[in-house]
């Protein structure tokens, strides 16, 4: 399977992938799903929103256990960041039949339309629509950056975006959804463990920083008597650096914006993005209060005047404690694995669904913890640990 997806919408020039929703290379990505599906005698259909499934045995029989993730890519992603999920999918599907076991629930494989919002900006589109968490009017609205709106992109892919809206009796189909996914950290590499179970994501958000000054001469306007807005910005970024090692959060600064942008021009506007994420809602504020307070004294040392949006928020997604339970009794019997729990700040599918069907994740070891990055890597032996893990998670909920 990794043969076969790895060359789709690989960048010659950065080794990353470039799988954007609705494109060349995330057709080339949905026909392989079909192909693996049909393969392997399951039902294939793609819903209402875009999103892939594959059956064994009749969804309409409810109390579905479902598994699977996404294929498309962030700009320059690495490989095993979502398909790691999917091919492990079809992997322990595999496993399972090769283990002789008997199914008394059906079993889904999902590929989740445009989990990672590269290309119009918003994260986990297929899986929100799904859940009524986006609506269409806002789907409607979504433009990439060469101005197709995402009907008309999912229109020239040859689906119908009229047909995009909530879908409840789909979801009610679904007694469990298991998402395994590579770990976007260190924390297995640093515990030594193969094989994690997800407690929570972390609450995180995105607040637009604007820093307006004073456009002028960079040559002939004295120190003294400038409104530099990127002296503010800069200090802020500092600070935000701080305020997240204090509270044993994280914060960044990484993207943006600069009026006129001229190298021989002071600025009249900074407008910098602060990502920030910490482990619980308290944290979170405590991080971005702090940060903010040092941003209004720093702008109003430099006669600046500051803006501070809140772009968009989501809380903490705690996971369904049952069925977390459940993969760690399945997990923890008679193996030698030890399977740690551990939260994340990274947001997934299984979040977005978490809210209407009980959801648990299982991460991969990453050796290094770098994602979103050609630089992302598994060792194959980890790879197979958690294949075997899922395959023994479905073996447990879905077989006698
Ligand atoms: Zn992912």
Known sequence: MWAEL?????????????????????????????EQAEARGLAFETDRNGNQWAWLGDPAAGNAVVT?????SVPDG?????????????????ELRGRGARFTRPVGIVNFGDEEGARFGLACVGSRLTAGALTVEQAHR????????????????????DALGPDPERLARIGAFVELHVEQGRALDLSGDRIGIASAIWPHGRWRFDFRGEANHAGTTRLADRHDPMLSYAETVLAARREAELAGAVATFGKIGVEP???????????????????????LDTVVTGIEKAARAYAAAHGVDLDVVRESFTPVVEFDHALRDELARILGTGTELRVPVLGTGAGHDAGILSGRVPTAMLFVRNPTGVSHSPAERA?????VAGVT??????EGLACT
């Open 261 to 283: 942008n001229g190298v021989n021009a002071v600025p009249s506007l900074v407008r910098g993005w602060l990502d920030s994420r910490a482990a619980d809602q308290a944290s």
């Open 6 to 34: 790895l060359p789709v919408g690989r960048s010659p020039a950065s080794g990353g992938y470039r799988r954007y929703a609705w494109t060349g290379a995330d057709a080339d990505c949905r026909t392989w799903f079909q």
């Open 142 to 161: 979504l433009t990439d950056g060469d101005g197709i709106t995402l009907p008309q992109a999912m229109e020239s892919a040859g689906y119908d975006p």
């Open 379 to 383: 060792a194959e032996d980890d790879c």
């Open 68 to 72: 699977g993730s996404h294929l498309d």
């Open 78 to 94: 690495g490989a095993f960041d979502g398909p790691l999920g999917v091919v492990s999918a079809f992997a322990a599907l595999d």
């Open 389 to 394: 893990a899922l395959a023994d998670v479905l």
